[in-house]
T-cell receptor, first 115, second 117 residues
Framework: AQTVTQSQPEMSVQEAETVTLSCTYD???????LFWYKQPPSRQMILVIR??????QNATENRFSVNFQKAAKSFSLKISDSQLGDTAMYFC????????????FGTGTRLTVIP | GAVVSQHPSRVICKSGTSVKIECRSL??????MFWYRQFPKQSLMLMAT?????????EQGVEKDKFLINHASLTLSTLTVTSAHPEDSSFYIC?????????????FGDGTRLSIL
């Protein structure tokens, strides 16, 4: 079974500063995918960034980047130059490479960007 | 980008009634659709996976007779909460993917807040 753990229920950051959200996971799979989703107050889930486990290079999407440590089963999200619109719930998620593409979500981190 | 429409966004009804929630992929054909349930301040829990034209696969602990899922076309899946009770009150979210696999990510609907009185 796969489990995803987000140990920070809530975090805050000053506007324009950098914040890192942590995520660890547990799996016996060797090939899989990891995601960060954002759920703003409007409640729609939005994909922020994704990472293939077989890639050593960390994924980057504009102000969002990840630190993927496969051996440690860690997948943290770094948000640079935080903006007010980044305020949201952030969920880390896991998907196996084979079989059904079910997403396993962590419990989420509520991020508040302070003006 | 891919758009998934979920309707209704909010529903309030009496205990014992059945409620249908629709999930539509507006600009792509969704081979697979997923139904999640989200409790306040908690994560999304997968309820079931449905593939067009076949029976849904339910996660352990989810009553298939309670939560009826139909995926009759490539653009529409429905979740019917039968004989709803207050403990069924929750936020329900659907997602859709064109095919299986990582390269076809899931696109989420806006969710439906269900309140049973």
């Amino acid at each position: 079974a796969q489990t995803v753990t987000q140990s920070q229920p809530e975090m805050s950051v000053q506007e324009a500063e950098t914040v890192t959200l942590s995520c660890t996971y547990d799996t016996s799979e060797n090939n899989y995918y990891l995601f960060w989703y954002k759920q703003p107050p409007s409640r729609q889930m939005i994909l922020v960034i994704r990472q293939e486990a077989y890639k050593q290079q960390n994924a980057t999407e504009n102000r969002f980047s990840v630190n993927f440590q496969k051996a440690a089963k860690s997948f943290s999200l770094k948000i640079s130059d935080s903006q007010l619109g980044d305020t949201a719930m952030y969920f880390c998620a896991f998907m196996k490479q084979s079989g059904a593409n079910n997403l396993f979500f962590g419990t989420g981190t509520r991020l508040t960007v302070i003006p | 980008g891919a758009v998934v429409s979920q309707h209704p966004s909010r529903v309030i009804c009496k205990s014992g009634t059945s409620v249908k929630i629709e999930c539509r992929s507006l600009d792509f054909q969704a081979t697979t659709m997923f139904w999640y349930r989200q409790f306040p301040k908690q994560s999304l829990m997968l309820m079931a996976t449905s593939n067009e034209g076949s029976k849904a696969t339910y996660e352990q602990g989810v009553e298939k007779d309670k939560f009826l899922i139909n995926h009759a076309s490539l653009t529409l899946s429905t979740l019917t909460v039968t004989s709803a009770h207050p403990e069924d009150s929750s936020f329900y979210i659907c997602s859709a993917a064109q095919t299986q696999g990582f390269n076809q990510p899931q696109h989420f609907g806006d969710g439906t807040r269900l309140s049973i009185l």
